[in-house]
């Protein structure tokens, strides 16, 4: 069973930053497709950022540049670096990860296929305040 940890959340002004980070518990890391996902109170869960075995990354369209997804294959971390945030970006944040089972795992943004598929940490708070 692949366990995911997050941490990073927390509460800021308008404007801020955060950092979350999410450690997997169980190689090949590697081979994991990665992704944070939020949901705000009475909204669905709706993705945020993936990145796939390669390293290669997809934004919401709502991030506008604001943040930057990464991962770190020898320490088993993925980030989420958050930049100018606003009120709407308040939401728990989840990492979720899941694996075709091959070398090459591609990016995705659809919660159902980590629910089928993956697997997800039990998320963290960020609260953005005007």
């Known amino acids: 069973q692949v366990q995911l940890v997050e941490s990073g959340g927390g509460s800021v002004q308008a404007g801020g930053s955060l950092t979350l980070s999410c450690v997997v518990s169980r190689p090949p890391y590697s081979r994991l497709s990665m992704a944070w996902f939020r949901q705000a109170p009475g909204k669905e869960r709706e993705g945020v950022a993936c990145i796939d075995t390669d390293g290669r990354s997809t934004d919401a369209d709502f991030t506008k540049g604001r943040f930057a997804i990464s991962r770190d294959n020898a320490k088993n971390t993925l980030n989420l670096q958050m930049n100018s945030l606003k009120p709407e970006d308040t939401a728990t944040y989840y990492c979720?990860?899941?694996?075709?089972?091959?070398?090459?795992?591609?990016?995705?943004?659809?919660?159902?296929?980590?629910?089928?598929?993956?697997?997800w940490g039990q998320g963290t708070q960020v609260t953005v305040s005007s």
């Open positions: 979720a990860a899941y694996s075709r089972g091959t070398f090459y795992t591609p990016c995705l943004m659809v919660a159902s296929t980590f629910s089928q598929l993956g697997y």
